[in-house]
Each structure stands twice: as structure tokens, then as C-alpha cells.
């Protein structure tokens, strides 16, 4: 029995690589994205400090796209999210879908403590 399962596996994993199918691999991707180092808030826009070093990232594209995707669902009935705009959130993860602007994500972290901040002002 075991060498029937061991068989009927090995010929599932053959067929699936005959199909083009990729097994998952941990591996770093490019991508594209912008960053900031800034101290204090977002919305203060002052430059770090021994104190107050944060970082922001911006990202675009295929890596926005999965990140958008993996969260789910939209959130409703908050400001920006409308039939074109779609927008998701977790904890200080922002993710937006629009047809004209394509998928963006920001995020950020306090370099100082290493906590996770938000990326971008609402």
C-alpha cells in the first residue's frame, strides 16, 4: 500500500511539473518602491533625529499587487474607498486598487525601537 501511495504521489508531482506548474521557493524578489527616513510624524516632515529616526516605504507594481491580494477584504465606508478606489488595511500595512493609479502599498517602521508605523497619511 505504501508504495502505491509513494507511486500515485511521485506521478502527481511529475504531472504537474509537466504542466509548467513551479513548487513555491523562498526567494528575494526586485521590486519597485520609494523610501523616507524622516524623524517625528508623517505629517510633521522634520528630519531625523538621534531621537527620532523613522523610515516609510512606498511600493508599486507586482509586490503591491501580492501584498493587496494576500490582505483582503476591502474595507468600507472609509474616506477614499469608493466603486473605483479599493482599499485594504492591516495594522499599519496601507494597500489601495485603483484602475488609473494600479495597486500601492506603504508601510513603515520606528528605527529606533523597531516598531511598525503607518507608511502614509490618511
Request: with cysteine; hydrophobic share 40%; aromatic share 12%.
Given at each position: 500500500m505504501?508504495?502505491?501511495?509513494?507511486?500515485?504521489?511521485?506521478?502527481a508531482?511529475g504531472?504537474?511539473l509537466?504542466?509548467?506548474?513551479?513548487?513555491?521557493?523562498?526567494?528575494y524578489?526586485?521590486f519597485?518602491?520609494s523610501?523616507?527616513?524622516?524623524?517625528?510624524?508623517?505629517?510633521?516632515?522634520?528630519?531625523?533625529?538621534k531621537?527620532s529616526?523613522n523610515i516609510?516605504?512606498?511600493v508599486?507594481?507586482?509586490?503591491?499587487?501580492?501584498?493587496f491580494?494576500?490582505?483582503?477584504?476591502?474595507?468600507k465606508d472609509?474616506?477614499?474607498a469608493?466603486?473605483e478606489?479599493?482599499?485594504r488595511?492591516r495594522?499599519?500595512?496601507?494597500?489601495?486598487?485603483s484602475?488609473?493609479?494600479?495597486?500601492?502599498?506603504s508601510f513603515g517602521?520606528?528605527?529606533?525601537?523597531?516598531?511598525?508605523?503607518?507608511?502614509t497619511e490618511c
Amino acid at each position: 500500500m505504501k508504495k502505491i501511495f509513494a507511486a500515485l504521489a511521485l506521478m502527481a508531482c511529475g504531472a504537474a511539473l509537466a504542466r509548467g506548474a513551479h513548487p513555491w521557493a523562498f526567494e528575494y524578489r526586485p521590486f519597485t518602491g520609494s523610501y523616507n527616513i524622516f524623524g517625528g510624524t508623517l505629517s510633521e516632515q522634520v528630519p531625523p533625529t538621534k531621537r527620532s529616526k523613522n523610515i516609510a516605504y512606498y511600493v508599486k507594481g507586482a509586490v503591491a499587487k501580492q501584498m493587496f491580494e494576500a490582505m483582503g477584504p476591502d474595507l468600507k465606508d472609509v474616506p477614499g474607498a469608493d466603486g473605483e478606489q479599493r482599499i485594504r488595511q492591516r495594522a499599519h500595512v496601507n494597500c489601495s486598487f485603483s484602475p488609473r493609479d494600479g495597486y500601492s502599498c506603504s508601510f513603515g517602521f520606528d528605527l529606533i525601537t523597531g516598531t511598525s508605523i503607518a507608511g502614509t497619511e490618511c
